[in-house]
T-cell receptor, first 117, second 115 residues
Framework: GAGVSQSPSNKVTEKGKDVELRCDPI?????LYWYRQSLGQGLEFLIY????????KSGLPSDRFSAERTGGSVSTLTIQRTQQEDSAVYLC???????????????FGPGTRLTVT | AQKVTQAQTEISVVEKEDVTLDCVYE???????LFWYKQPPSGELVFLIR????DEQNEISGRYSWNFQKSTSSFNFTITASQVVDSAVYFC????????????WGAGTKLIIKP
């Protein structure tokens, strides 16, 4: 596709359930980023991928959060045993080359709105 | 410390007025990049501008202009002759050279343009 896509667009889940959020970056973009945005807040960095590897997982809030990227393309963010405080919009972004971030902006997907009841 | 401050939580103006959104940043790096993004009610973040720390020349794009001043660590954004479609949350962000993949975000300024 032309832009970054994310699915589902909305997800309502019960506390304690696991959820998977998917991100399809722009074709050819080697860098992929996950962010979390709580209501009325700025963006919170979660994890960054360069290719299939994740050199920086420091933003993941707890060990209930994990992410993987396969084939240098699609990425999945998994939240296990969801809690109400996990409710937020999860945004994915991609860019052509992380080493040249200064020259390439991040392109964002529409996000997945997660609601934990 | 690396930090971006957008002190204005919300601004409301009447259409056609000019409005300036403030952004102040902190970084130890001498090389860094600054960004502005727009997040309309639809939610998708839209890139507006990128500026590197070596280029202090102000930039104008249509009704948008940006004033980068290293002396005051500010990168302010002005919309002239505002329109209702400009209503959105605007984020300023910083990428320090040291970790040149992570964007450090301000909290955002919600701009409301009244008809």
């Amino acid at each position: 596709g032309a832009g970054v896509s994310q699915s589902p667009s909305n997800k309502v889940t019960e506390k304690g359930k696991d959820v998977e959020l998917r991100c399809d970056p722009i074709s050819g973009h080697t860098a992929l980023y996950w962010y979390r945005q709580s209501l009325g807040q700025g963006l919170e960095f979660l994890i960054y991928f360069q290719g299939n590897s994740a050199p920086d997982k420091s933003g993941l809030p707890s060990d209930r959060f994990s992410a993987e990227r396969t084939g240098g393309s699609v990425s999945t963010l998994t939240i296990q045993r969801t809690q109400q405080e996990d409710s937020a919009v999860y945004l994915c972004a991609s860019s052509p080359d992380r080493r040249a971030l200064g020259n390439y902006e991040q392109y964002f997907g529409p996000g997945t709105r997660l609601t934990v009841t | 410390a690396q930090k971006v401050t957008q002190a204005q939580t919300e601004i409301s103006v009447v259409e056609k007025e000019d409005v300036t959104l403030d952004c102040v940043y902190e970084t130890r790096d001498t090389t860094y990049y600054l960004f502005w993004y727009k997040q309309p009610p639809s939610g998708e973040l839209v890139f507006l501008i990128r500026r590197n720390s070596f280029d202090e020349q102000n930039e104008i794009s249509g009704r948008y202009s940006w004033n980068f001043q290293k002396s005051t660590s500010s990168f302010n954004f002005t919309i002239t002759a505002s329109q209702v479609v400009d209503s959105a949350v605007y984020f300023c962000a910083l990428t320090p050279r040291v970790s040149n993949y992570q964007l450090i975000w301000g909290a955002g300024t919600k701009l409301i343009i009244k008809p």
